[in-house]
């Protein structure tokens, strides 16, 4: 009995520590993406009617990412306009936003979100889609975060993007 004890006692405490481990992993990919989607805002121009008021984000499906981007909200400003940040339930919410963040393609496919999008001068930034029709997709590398840029779907949101950005990123091209 009281090696059953001890061993439940162990398999507690490890359990503990790798859900702690899994957090700040988690936590620290988070921080790396509020920092990166802050800056892609430095590369890309929104119409001249998107360009006044508060600059809005939106985030479905990352609570982790959205807790960044809400501290980021507070200290920093793009285009010296204020930031807010919104979490989103679903995709019929994502029509005034600047920026939508989704991370689940298998709850929210990119058919759907461009149908709901249309033509609306929104950039959608997804996480690990590997699609060819994304905007800006998260992608990994080994332990690196990268991303990838398909310039055709910013044309067709009346985005411009800069070619620094461009340079960065890994070229893709729509299949369509």
Same mark, same amino acid.
């Given at each position: 009995?009281? &090696? ?5 006692? *162990? +398999? @507690? %405490? ?34 001249? /009617? ?6 809005? %984000? ?7 990412? @959205? ?5 980021? /909200?507070?200290?920093?400003? %793009? ?8 979490? *989103?339930?679903? +995709? ?17 496919? *990119? ?20 699609? &060819? ?13 990268? @991303? ?15 070619? %620094? +950005?461009?340079? +960065? ?8």
């Amino acid at each position: 009995m009281k &090696n059953i004890l001890k061993i439940s006692i *162990l +398999l @507690f %405490i490890s359990s503990i520590h790798f859900a702690t481990f899994a957090q700040k992993k988690e936590d620290k990919s988070a921080k790396i993406k509020t920092v990166f989607t802050y800056n892609f805002t430095n590369y890309i121009t929104w119409p001249t /009617e998107s360009s006044s008021g508060t600059f809005k %984000i939106g985030v479905i499906n990352n609570i982790t990412l @959205f807790e960044e981007l809400k501290k980021m /909200e507070k200290v920093k400003k %793009i285009a010296n306009r204020e930031i807010e940040v919104t979490h *989103l339930k679903n +995709l019929d919410e994502i029509t005034n936003f600047h920026i939508v963040y989704v991370s689940d393609k298998n709850t929210f496919p *990119l058919n759907d979100i461009y149908k709901i999008l249309g033509n609306k001068p929104v950039l959608l930034v997804t996480d690990e889609y590997n699609q &060819n029709e994304v905007m800006i997709d998260f992608r990994k590398k080994g332990k690196e975060q990268k @991303f990838a840029l398909n310039e055709e779907e910013f044309k067709n949101r009346n985005l411009q993007v800069d070619p %620094i +950005l461009s340079n +960065l990123a890994i070229p893709i091209k729509s299949d369509k």
